[in-house]
């Protein structure tokens, strides 16, 4: 690790050491690109991870907002798998029961298409605002459609006056630069309000780091926290942290805080994480070396024997994947279940996006799923193309 004079945007402290650099990668792993030269000569940034010997946090320190873009070209809906879909009407009951979310105002800052905010309304009548300047008008369908609105445009303090008993932000703070910023002006907003439950779902960074899961590693994904690390974030914002607990797998992190006056609630048992995660961080360069070469052996060793392989699931996984293993000259096609992404071209590397039905001509011999929680829904999926092949996963 080389010292350096970054300033760690959670804690304020300087000297973030730098762990992990990669360069020329795309800035934009979700936007729908629609011709291979677009995707080719897409926009590249670096990433330089830091962490923070204070705090725990890891940032991307060279990282520019300016160079992402959040709009109607953004397509990252997980919405169209039974298994994630299940998975998200599950978490919105559970909260539902636990909190007694009935009846209630809900705010989901980057709501995406907004399916989650519609269960919440969905599942206990509740109602809604979601902010996610990526929200798409018409793609959504229930009794509960008109308990629920959209703002497109990010939540910043412009909206404090949105007042709500539960606040909600999935998968939306990793993409977020100036963290502690970003967590106060909530706090500011919410006010002497201080019965208002907070929830915030971000991917579990000690998982990241621990297994070198490099797919998780891309440039949106500019914040990255482990359990210790989020709440002393939550903490030193003016937030009572009262839960911490791990979803999907082990893939997603989650915080339940409340705003108080004086932060009072004890740490919680799995926050003392900070020698763990600067031991993982540590020596994450030497294991990726292994893994990345372990994967390119065998795309090569498939390639030299006149085997097709193709990526399952064309988001940001996928894009880690082919640009960082090297090996994207060998892999022709991603096939993708979500029908808005077909036809589109991947960032970078150029493969085409297509439909499962396209795997019954072209009948590849291994597939790789970029996320093996849906291991089971991919391979019935094949089965019943009647196709049978190699299937592995990151």
Request: a negative charge; hydrophobic letters at 40%.
């Amino acid at each position: 690790m080389k010292d350096n004079a970054f300033i760690c945007p959670t804690c304020h402290s300087s000297g973030m050491q730098i762990f992990h650099e990669q360069a020329a990668v795309p800035t934009n792993s979700c936007i729908l690109l629609k011709t291979r030269e677009e995707a080719i000569n897409c926009q590249r940034g670096k990433i330089a991870l830091g962490f923070c010997e204070y705090c725990g946090f890891i940032s991307n320190t060279a990282f520019q907002a300016e160079m992402t873009e959040y709009s109607g070209r953004y397509e990252e809906t997980q919405g169209f798998s039974e298994t994630f879909s299940a998975y998200h009407r599950d978490l919105a009951q559970r909260l539902i029961d636990k909190h007694g979310l009935r009846e209630k105002d809900i705010l989901e800052i980057g709501c995406g298409k907004g399916e989650f905010l519609l269960l919440l309304a969905e599942l206990g009548n509740n109602r809604g605002v979601g902010f996610d300047p990526g929200y798409q008008e018409g793609r959504l369908s229930g009794e509960a459609i008109a308990q629920v609105q959209f703002v497109k445009d990010f939540y910043s303090q412009h909206y404090a006056d949105y007042k709500a008993d539960f606040v909600c932000c999935k998968m939306t703070l990793e993409h977020i630069h100036p963290t502690a910023s970003f967590i106060s002006n909530l706090r500011r907003a919410i006010g002497d309000r201080l019965d208002v439950l907070v929830f915030f779902q971000i991917p579990d960074a000690t998982r990241i780091v621990r297994d070198c899961a490099f797919e998780d590693i891309y440039y949106e994904h500019c914040s990255y926290f482990s359990p210790g690390s989020l709440a002393r974030l939550f903490r030193g914002c003016g937030f009572n942290v009262h839960s911490l607990d791990t979803e999907y797998a082990g893939q997603y992190l989650t915080v339940e805080a409340r705003p108080a006056h004086i932060a009072q609630c004890a740490p919680l048992p799995q926050e003392d994480d900070l020698w763990l995660m600067s031991t993982y961080s540590r020596r994450f360069s030497t294991t990726l070396d292994g893994i990345l070469a372990s994967w390119r052996s065998f795309v090569e060793a498939a390639a030299w024997q006149g085997k097709k392989t193709v990526l399952w699931g064309s988001g940001s996984k996928a894009v880690s994947f082919l640009t960082t293993v090297g090996v994207a000259d060998k892999i022709d096609y991603v096939v993708d279940i979500n029908p808005h992404r077909h036809g589109y071209f991947m960032p970078a590397t150029g493969q085409r996006i297509v439909p499962p039905s396209f795997l019954q001509d072209y009948r590849p011999d291994k597939v790789i799923i970029m996320n093996g929680i849906y291991r089971d829904e991919i391979a019935r999926d094949l089965g019943a193309m009647g196709l049978s092949p190699d299937v592995v996963a990151l």
